[in-house]
């Protein structure tokens, strides 16, 4: 039996047939690609932002329940798990799953952990999540990771594609010149951040063969693909990560990451479609972004008096002085605000997916592409002044017609030294290495650091050494009033949410 199954409810328009769910009735339907796509072809690339959107944001607070394939078998009878499970081996148990799990399925939503100040946020350490990527089975070596906010996160994204890009053709014109003369070095430069240099050595002429030497590089892998998620900054695109969390926190595994298996050996196959991760990607991309307590206040959302604001002011140029900013930079133009799903940079998009399938064969397609103005397009945050007007908080600022993403970070991955190191180094990536974390919101998703050690952001910056050592020392020889200046700065950065949605 089969039954007609709009998108939405309200969406009759571009109904698809889908066999009748076996779950709960007020579960979100399964989003379907191809609906999608008709949409964004027919010329209603607004409604199929809109539809995406909207489902995103079920998606992200539904519940899933057993039906629909939350958690695993994780064997002796769990469904969950809190620590990873490698010890359980046996057939279709914790340590046999496929894609191999790093930790969990630990949750029914998305968010249960993402849920501080609001909804999308982040996390206390009791939603921290604990993975075993090498499957030790050993606690020693387990890793523990704080839950980050997901706000805006097309920012990010659209900046690291656009440093990518940079450094794309900051290599094309190494090769040529290495091709030309036998070996090349550039000095690698995005954005205003320094990459460290590339060199490669000519191995062969016509064709033109070349070996890389990427020994000098810093703060990013030998691909040159510049990567903002996760505390380590290990995953380039949203959609990637998404999958992964989707698999190891809720143990719902999408068909782009198995095809038809029941890789979790629940029972349940197609727990998430290829359009659920489009509309999970596009929510988590269109969310408003971060705000500062200042902003607040010039919109009369908030009190502020002048002794604060000049506080926060003051700590603004003293974040610089001491050189925080030479990691967490303050701000960074985007030629091009618009975010797309299917991403159109190579290195964002699936050239091939995690089970094995052409993208296109699935729906994910250039053309039919949703795309997101980050200047415009957040249905939230449309905040209604006294004046009349809307002013639109949810959105990236244009400013001398430039869009401004105010991110606080270089995107590079940085060595905290020994005190904050991981128990182990099962990526390879520097078990002390980091991503600079983006201060946007800062103020608000506490405790801090990328397990959640710091329970004050006074004590956040307290634990930064290596890289960040000499900062730090600058923060610990200024006065008790300049050190709170900092703090009351970030903790002018926070996540605001007007309650109402515009769309
Ligand atoms: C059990 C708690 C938990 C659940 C449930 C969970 N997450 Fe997360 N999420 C985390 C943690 C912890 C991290 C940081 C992981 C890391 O960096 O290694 C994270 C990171 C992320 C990031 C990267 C953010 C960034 O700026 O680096 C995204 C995107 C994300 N989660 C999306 C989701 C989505 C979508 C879901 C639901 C399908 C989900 N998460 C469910 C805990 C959770
Ligand atoms: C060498 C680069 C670097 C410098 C300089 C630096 N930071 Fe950081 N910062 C990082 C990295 C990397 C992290 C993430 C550490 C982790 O994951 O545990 C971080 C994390 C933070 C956090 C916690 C963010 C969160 O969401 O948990 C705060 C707050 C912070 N930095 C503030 C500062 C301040 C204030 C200064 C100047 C006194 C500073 N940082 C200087 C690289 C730097």
Not at 16 to 30: Q, R
Not at 202 to 230: H, M, T, W, Y
Request: charged share 20%; with cysteine; net charge negative.
């Amino acid at each position: 039996m089969s039954r007609l199954y709009p998108l939405f409810a309200t969406a009759g328009l571009c109904a698809v047939t889908l066999a009748t769910p076996p779950w709960a009735e007020d579960a979100p339907p399964p989003v379907d690609q191809f609906a999608l796509n008709a949409l964004v072809l027919s010329g209603q690339s607004e409604d199929a932002f809109l539809q995406a959107f909207e489902a995103g944001d079920e998606l992200t607070e539904f519940s899933f329940d057993a039906n629909r394939g939350v958690g695993a078998n994780v064997g002796e009878g769990h469904r969950f798990a809190r620590v990873p499970r490698a010890d359980l081996a046996g057939y279709g148990e914790w340590a046999q799953h496929f894609p191999t799990r790093e930790g969990g399925p630990n949750a029914t939503s998305c968010i249960a952990c993402h849920a501080a100040p609001a909804p999308n946020g982040a996390g206390d350490v009791a939603m921290n999540v604990v993975v075993d990527p090498g499957h030790t089975g050993d606690p020693a070596l387990f890793l523990e990771r704080n839950t980050p906010a997901l706000f805006a996160l097309g920012i990010p994204q659209r900046l690291a594609e656009e440093m990518t890009l940079e450094l794309a053709t900051q290599r094309l014109s190494t090769e040529a010149e290495a091709c030309a003369k036998g070996i090349a070095t550039t000095a690698l430069n995005a954005k205003g951040v320094a990459f460290g240099s590339l060199t490669l050595h000519r191995r062969a002429e016509n064709p033109c063969k070349l070996q890389p030497d990427s020994s000098q590089l810093s703060g990013i892998d030998a691909d040159l693909i510049v990567k903002p998620f996760g505390w380590k900054g290990s995953h380039a695109s949203l959609r990637g990560f998404t999958r992964d969390a989707a698999h190891n926190e809720l143990g719902m595994q999408a068909v782009e990451l198995v095809g038809d298996q029941d890789g979790d050996f629940d029972g349940v196959t197609d727990e998430l479609t290829v359009g659920d991760l489009t509309a999970l990607t596009i929510y988590m991309a269109a969310l408003e972004r971060p705000v500062s307590t200042i902003e607040l206040a010039n919109l009369g959302l908030q009190e502020m008096s002048e002794a604060q604001r000049r506080r926060i002011t003051r700590g603004e140029v003293l974040f610089a002085l001491t050189d925080c900013s030479s990691c967490h930079i303050p701000q960074m133009t985007l030629n091009d605000p618009t975010f797309s799903e299917p991403s159109r940079v190579t290195g964002y998009v699936d050239a091939t997916l995690p089970s094995g399938a052409d993208p296109a064969a699935l729906g994910l397609t250039g053309d039919s592409a949703i795309h997101v103005d980050l200047t415009q397009d957040q249905p939230n945050n449309q905040i209604k002044l006294a004046n009349g007007a809307t002013h639109h908080l949810g959105a990236v600022e244009r400013r001398n017609g430039q869009a401004i993403a105010r991110w606080f970070t270089d995107f590079k991955r940085h060595d905290m030294g020994a005190a904050l190191a991981d128990p182990a180094d099962p990526t390879g990536l520097g078990a002390a290495t980091f991503m600079t974390r983006s201060l946007a919101g800062v103020g608000s998703t506490g405790p801090w650091l990328h397990d959640g050690r710091a329970t004050t952001l006074d004590e956040a910056i307290r634990l930064h050494g290596g890289a960040a050592a000499d900062s730090r020392s600058q923060y610990l020889n200024l006065s008790q009033q300049a050190q709170q200046a900092i703090v009351a700065f970030l903790e002018a950065q926070v996540i605001y949410t007007s309650g109402e949605e515009d769309h």
